[in-house]
Nanobody
Framework: QVQLVESGGGLAQAGGSLRLSCAASGRTFSSYAMGWFRQAPGKEREFVAAIRRNGGSTYYADSVKGRFTISRDNAKNTVYLQMNSLKPEDTAVYYC?????????????????WGQGTQVTVSS
C-alpha cells in the first residue's frame, strides 16, 4: 500500500506560479515512478508530467512543456510539480499517482495509487 497526499494548490493569477507537493508513504519511494494528472470540470483526467524512479528522466504533456517542471526528492519521499506561467486553462484538480511498473507511463490506467487531489485555480 502507498499513501499519497498532495498539497500546495490554491488560487493564482495568470502568469503566476504555484508549487505542488506530493508526500508518499508506505513503500520504498525510489521503487516506483511518479506522475501528475489533472482533471477539469466536465473533462477527462489528463496526463501532466511523470518522472522515473531515480529522477533521471521526465516527461510532459505538450500543453505544459516549458512551463511546468516535475522533480522528486527520494530522501524526503516527495515529488513536486513547479508550475510557472500559469494559464486559466490550467485550472483543475491535480492528482499525484504512483506507478509500480518497470517503466513510466502517460496513461492513468497504468498507475496503481492516487492521492486525493488538490485544487488549482488560475484567474485571468
Amino acid at each position: 500500500q502507498v499513501q499519497l497526499v498532495e498539497s500546495g494548490g490554491g488560487l493564482a493569477q495568470a502568469g503566476g506560479s504555484l508549487r505542488l507537493s506530493c508526500a508518499a508513504s508506505g513503500r520504498t519511494f525510489s521503487s516506483y515512478a511518479m506522475g501528475w494528472f489533472r482533471q477539469a470540470p466536465g473533462k477527462e483526467r489528463e496526463f501532466v508530467a511523470a518522472i522515473r524512479r531515480n529522477g533521471g528522466s521526465t516527461y510532459y504533456a505538450d500543453s505544459v512543456k516549458g512551463r511546468f517542471t516535475i522533480s522528486r526528492d527520494n530522501a524526503k519521499n516527495t515529488v513536486y510539480l513547479q508550475m510557472n506561467s500559469l494559464k486559466p486553462e490550467d485550472t483543475a484538480v491535480y492528482y499525484c499517482a504512483a506507478d509500480f511498473s518497470a517503466g513510466v507511463s502517460m496513461s492513468f490506467v497504468a498507475y496503481d495509487y492516487w492521492g486525493q487531489g488538490t485544487q488549482v485555480t488560475v484567474s485571468s
